[in-house]
T-cell receptor, first 108, second 112 residues
Framework: GIQVEQSPPDLILQEGANSTLRCNFSDSVNNLQWFHQNPWGQLINLFYIPSGTKQNGRLSATTVATERYSLLYISSSQTTDSGVYFCAVGGGADGLTFGKGTHLIIQP | NAGVTQTPKFQVLKTGQSMTLQCAQDMNHEYMSWYRQDPGMGLRLIHYSVGAGITDQGEVPNGYNVSRSTTEDFPLRLLSAAPSQTSVYFC???????????FGPGTRLTVT
């Protein structure tokens, strides 16, 4: 099956800092999503981005499908950005394969 | 739209008991799926369905049963609960497997 690697596994930043999270995957995909799992365990959809670039406020994402990676950018971090960020990819009917996540802590 | 709803939010079972986790969506999505999340891990696919009457196994199907009699509902049955099934269970839905998946709030299950 598809392998998904996320880096870094852990990240501690001060409020206001910028960060880049990376997702590498081992095969071509036709579905790629970024999620934020908040401290209450909810999975929040951030981006559906199998290719190209999208922006939503302080967050943006880029997927280079031909090179099998995706990047999530968070600018001007806030404490509410803390949590785990998951990249998940899919190639067919059998759902999404998740990476192990990046655990982000934003300190005030 | 309520989106994807799951019940119960929390459940404690004894080893050997059976139960059904409920999942419903009101978005007329054909594709529905169940995942489990263990501590420090991403989610892993248990079962999925591409439409009413059609189900298939995912990565970790053992010990779980599903059926899809309507478009809206996709229940997950634990036949004989084991401590290894202690996990958080998420249901998801979408128009298709290649489009954006929407997740429910999860059910936290503990098996003692």
């Amino acid at each position: 099956g598809i392998q998904v690697e996320q880096s870094p596994p852990d990240l501690i930043l001060q409020e206001g800092a910028n960060s880049t999270l990376r997702c590498n995957f081992s095969d071509s995909v036709n579905n790629l999503q970024w999620f934020h799992q908040n401290p209450w365990g909810q999975l929040i959809n951030l981006f559906y981005i199998p290719s190209g670039t999208k922006q939503n406020g302080r967050l943006s994402a880029t997927t280079v499908a031909t090179e099998r990676y995706s990047l999530l950018y968070i600018s001007s971090s806030q404490t509410t950005d803390s949590g785990v960020y998951f990249c998940a990819v899919g190639g067919g009917a059998d759902g999404l394969t998740f990476g192990k996540g990046t655990h982000l802590i934003i300190q005030p | 739209n309520a989106g994807v709803t799951q019940t119960p939010k929390f459940q404690v079972l004894k080893t050997g008991q059976s139960m059904t986790l409920q999942c419903a969506q009101d978005m007329n999505h054909e594709y529905m799926s169940w995942y489990r999340q263990d501590p420090g891990m991403g989610l892993r696919l248990i079962h999925y369905s591409v439409g009413a009457g059609i189900t298939d196994q995912g990565e970790v199907p053992n010990g779980y049963n599903v059926s899809r009699s309507t478009t809206e509902d996709f229940p997950l049955r634990l036949l004989s609960a084991a401590p290894s099934q202690t996990s958080v269970y998420f249901c998801a839905s979408s128009y298709s497997s290649t489009l954006e998946q929407y997740f429910g709030p999860g059910t936290r299950l503990t098996v003692t």
